[in-house]
Every structure is written in C-alpha cells, then in structure tokens.
C-alpha cells in the first residue's frame, strides 16, 4: 500500500481550539502484504495538496451547550471538540483515500451546508434502557465529488461519519482516524496481543493505565477500543466507534503528535486457511481496507463524553448511533440466565451417572435450571468434534435432540457453541435443523479480528440465526458496535477480560478486581459483555491460584452476585458446576431473583478503577449493585431512586469474615424508604447486591 505523495502548504486550526503541535497532522499508515513491527510503517505520511479549494469553518453545540464541535475544511478537512469551553482535541484530521488515488476530505468543496436539530425516541428491549430518547444537533456537509461528511453532537457524545453516492464500487486505500489530545491526559487503553500477526487479537487484554504520552512506547503493539480519556475536571472521553457494517473495524496507534492516537485499519485478507479448531485467518494481506458498494454510510467515529465516573457505563452513543433494527418481530427474543458447562470442565457431582459432555450431564442441568427458574442450558465446546467441516454430527454419547425435547418438558431451551466459520459454512442448512428441534440459539467462538472479512461474516451470521429465530452470542470477538440494535438477536458478546482467564492467569498476572471496577466504565459502554460470573469457590488475594478444572475467582462471594445487577448482560451465566449451587442453594436463589433485562439503569455512585454502585428497575422492582477492588470501602447507597411508600430490602453483603474466607457472606432484610440511606462495608474484593420490593 503506497502513499499517494501530496504536499501541504499551510496549516489552519479552528476558532476555539489552539494548533496543536506543529500542525503537520501526519497520518501514518500500516502497509502489509506480510507481517511487520508497526515501527516499519512510521515513516509513511499523508501530506496535504498544493492546490487547494478556499478554507471554511462550521461549528456545531451539543442540545446542552457543553460540547462544542469545530470543523473547517478546504486543502483538509480538520474537526475539534472543545467541553465547557476548554479545547479537548485538537485538531484532528478526516480523510479517506481511494484505490483510484482520491482523497476524500482533502481539497474539498462544500456543496452544501445543512443543520438540523432532531430527536429520536429508540425502543430497545433488551438494551440497559427499555426505551429512551437520543437528543442530536446534525451537519451536513455535502462536497462535490459524490460524497459528504456528516456530523452529530449529542449531550452524551460528538460523532462523524463518510458517506457516499457513487454508482460504482469503491476501494478504500486508507482512511485517516485522528484523535489528537489536547494535553498529556492519562488514558486506560487495551493492547491487543503479542502475534505474529499485528491484526490478529481475541480482544480480550487487561487494561492499561498511562499518560497519553506513553502510548507512542508501545512500538510492537497496536491497541483497540474503546480507550478512555481522563479530562479531569471536564470529565471524560471515551473513543470507539459505531455501525461498522462492510468495513473494517479500528485498532489504534500512537500518532505523529505528543499526544495523539491515529487509527489503524487491518487490511483485506488476500489469502486464509483454516486451523485445526476450524477458525479462519488470514495468511496474507492485500493492499487495501475495504472493497465496497458506492451508495452507502461509513462507520461512526466517536467521541463519547462523561462529565462524571457515574455517566460512563451508560453512555448511550454506541447503541443510538446504529443502524435501527432489522427485525419486524422481536418478541420471540428473550434474554436470560443459562447454566454453563466450560467454565467448570463438565464436572458435576454426588449423581449415580459419569459426568462429562454427555446427555445425563446435561440432563442434570437441566433439571437444575428448571429447579431455580433458569432459562437456558449452555453446551458448550465438545458436542462435536471441533476442527470437523460439519455440525451436523455431535458426538456418540450426547443426543441434541433429546435435550431439546426433555428441556421442553421443563421449560428449558438449549443454546450449542460452535466455531464461528463451521456455522457461517453451512449456516442456513445447520440453523434450519437446530431451531426444528428447538435449540434456542448459538455461542460462536474464535473470530479474533476485525477486518472487512470478518466484519461481514458477523453480519452473515446474525442475520442467518435471525431468519430462524435463533439467538446468538459472540465470543473471541472485537467490542460492540451497535450490531444489538441492528439485530436485536445478538443478545451479548465476550470481548472483556472475564471470568474464565482465572482458569490459567495467576495472581501475579491479572488483577481480577481492580479489572471488574474497570471495565463498566470502559468496555461495557459500547455495550453488554459476556464476563460469564457466578463462581461459587471464592478466594482473597493471598488464597488464589489458577486451577483449570476447579477454577475459583477473585475476590469474595458477594463481589460475585454483585456482578449480575453491576453488568450488562442480557444473556447472562451461571458459570458454576451446578452441583455447587445446589449445595449453595441460599447464593443460588438470591442469584436467580436478579433479571437479566431491566427497564431502567442509572449509576448511583463510583470512580474507574476503584468501585461502582449501580441501580436497576425491572417490573417496579430495583436491583442494586455494588463492587470495590481489593481496596475495602464502605458505601452509602442513597435510596432516592426509589418511588414512595416503604420498601422491602433483601442484602446480599459480605460476612465479617470475608477478607479471610471470600465466601463468607450474610444475608439482611431491611426497610427503605426514597429518603433512606443504607451504608454497606465491602471487604477488599467485595461487594453487595439488594433487590427492593414495594410494600405499600
């Protein structure tokens, strides 16, 4: 991939921001046919044409005020934000270059300029907000040449996008993502994992926390989003982006300037083969990033603001920037609890039956779930054999059908794992058979990338167990997107460091808690995450050790419980063997009283990296939740959620003894009312969890 040379002559900034830098607003390419150190591509810039149509500044203010957006274009196309007044980026450049050597966004000439202010009312059923209503001043800039940049301020975010309206198809070189900081703020960013392919990650990296100067000495790694900014006194930013459909998704990388992150798009896979667990991946890159249709829009790149810790995890600007569903009837599709064999090796015990991937295994989940009004019954890797062309042949001792009909008998579906590609090889004929039999939908595993391939058959496969009324959940998968709202059967995605990295990463490696206080802030803003909770053997810090087939978490019990009201998980797990539930029933129904679907969210009180408190509502009923990292803390929960009368509160919290055996735990009944607070003491790697119920 070669840079088109272009020259730049002289720099320009907006009116409410100052230049950054030395204004050269270099882009830096990645360029591979094979695998190399992303220090190899520093060289390549972008540079900005002689000639040059005359400058143009366009503002645009959030429906508050608070976050104003500057945009000039002419020999470049240059936006900036600005909160309260204080420029928080600077000026960053828009660009994409064409295979035909355009440059879209250099050189530019508005045709026309629009606003528009516009409200809409999004109905979301299994999303954090049942339903809400998304605010946004809109620019339009629409330059000759067939294409346009569009723009959104929202009081939750600032967003653009390409689009275009050529007839023909079109090659995308390159695209130029630039997030250009204002000052050395310090950021939590993911990096992907050391491969020998820079593209290939499962997105699953703990996260670091860093000036934004620190970024550029991570030389041999790219990272990806989202990537949280730390405005301090102004709040927060958190960069991603929305609605990737038949395009890459973005990784990111130091820039050109002190204090900059450029993006970097994988390229098309020229050449893949498929690995012995029958996944996907490329052994060879082409030189573009997208090969695609000339009547279309472009992924979103976002900017979300946060004005406080509080407003991050529910932030709406991923999910209402997507493209509306693509489902008429999306009452068939139900969240939920499952019951989960991986996590726990299949194991079950005190039965007259060998346990293993078996049908009397999952005969006895079943029955479990049916006990404690559990939904599903997840079978996980190994009712087929893994690296096989086909998932019409499951193994000789496991009878899919039958499950379906005994867990039919009591009111239990079935969901099957599968490697991603052995379903999207045969999806229609697969899905077909399975949701004859009722199985309720598909765990898909090991994408690990994120390029315009792969981005498609995600599409393929939501819009495939769609058309049979199937669920579906991704795993080895990048962050969302939005694609929930697009097709509403996409019920969750992995993507986060969970739970199940305690099977192999030792203490020394992974700080489970401080982790867990992270990522709502992070992560679970661009939408729900399969962390796959519920471990019933608890360890302190000193106590832990990553035991594969007895895996045991982090932290304490009630840090545990807390999970399922403090996370988004519309499908959620009981990730245990359920013969430990069963010797726990007291954990076991306090866990299966928590919906995994509510109505209303709001985060009562927390700081990224250190605790959070969180409140749901579902059918009148408030669920709350609350997590520390291995720092104890006492919190107090102000009840003022709450509607009048007097209220029930069952606390689930953790036992005296909690710092020494992490299981220890108590249970409470309180009264509340809206003006009552509740304090609550959490053990280091504790928590809390409280459902409320009206008494009159």
Known sequence: MHPVPLRRTQ??????????????MKFNPMKTKTFFSIVAVAAA?????????????????????????????????????????????????????????????????????STRRAAEHIVAPLYRQREFTAEYNGLDLRMSGGYGIEFRAYDDGVAYRFYSSSADSLTVAEECVEFNM????????????RRPDIYESSFESQYTFEPASAVRTHTDRLAFMPAAVDL???????????????YPGLFVAAGSLPYSLRGVHPPVPAETRITGSGSKRPVAYGDFIARTGGRRTFPWRVAAYAADDRQLPVNNMVFQLAAPSRIADTGWIRGGRST???????????????????????????????????????????WYRRGETTLFEPVEDIDIEALCRYGEQKGVRIILWAVGNALLSEAESVCGRYAAMGVAGFKVDFFDAQDQLLVRDIYALAEATARH??????????????????????????????????????????????????????????????????AMINASKADFRAVDKRPMSQGTRAHQVAMYVVYDSPLVMLCDSPSHYLREQETTRFICDIPSVFDRTQVLDGRVGEYIVTARERDGAWYVGGMTSWQPRTVGVDCSFLGEGEWEVRLFRDGVNSDLSAEDYRIETLRAGCG?????????????????????
Not at 105 to 112: A, E, L, M, Q
Not at 471 to 488: A, E, N, Q, V
Not at 508 to 516: E, F, W
Not at 676 to 696: C, E, Y
């Open 676 to 696: 009552s607070r509740i304090d609550v003491g959490m053990a280091p790697g504790g928590g809390f969890a409280a459902i409320f119920t009206r008494l009159r």
């Open 11 to 24: 720099s320009r900034t907006c009116s409410n921001c100052a230049e950054a830098g030395d204004g050269r």
């Open 340 to 382: 989960w064999d991986w996590w726990n090796g299949a194991r079950v015990f005190g039965v007259d039956f060998r346990a293993g991937i078996n049908t009397r295994t999952y005969m006895y989940h079943i029955d479990f779930a049916a006990r404690f009004g559990i939904e599903y019954v997840l079978i996980d890797d190994g």
């Open 182 to 193: 204002a000052g050395d703020y310090p950021v939590i960013i993911p990096y992907a994992d």
């Open 469 to 534: 009324r199937l669920l579906i959940d991704f795993h080895g998968m990048y962050k969302p997107t939005g694609l929930s709202r697009t097709w509403p059967n996409v019920v969750n995605y992995e993507g986060v460091f969970g739970l199940e990295q305690m099977k192999w990463t030792d203490r020394d490696r992974a700080d489970m808690p401080l982790n867990d206080v992270t990522i709502p802030f992070v992560r679970m803003a661009a939408g729900p995450m399969d962390y796959t909770q519920g």
């Open 232 to 246: 301090g006194s102004r709040g927060w930013l958190l960069l991603t982006e929305a609605d990737v459909e038949d």
């Open 45 to 113: 810039a972008w540079f900005v044409p002689a000639s040059a149509a005359a400058p143009r500044e366009f503002n645009l203010s959030s429906p508050d005020g608070r976050l104003a957006l500057c945009v000039t274009t002419g020999e470049t196309t240059l936006y900036s934000l600005s909160v309260d007044g204080e420029c928080v980026l600077a000026p960053s450049r828009i660009a994409m270059r064409l295979a035909d050597g355009r440059v879209l966004g250099d050189r530019t000439r508005v045709s026309k300029a």
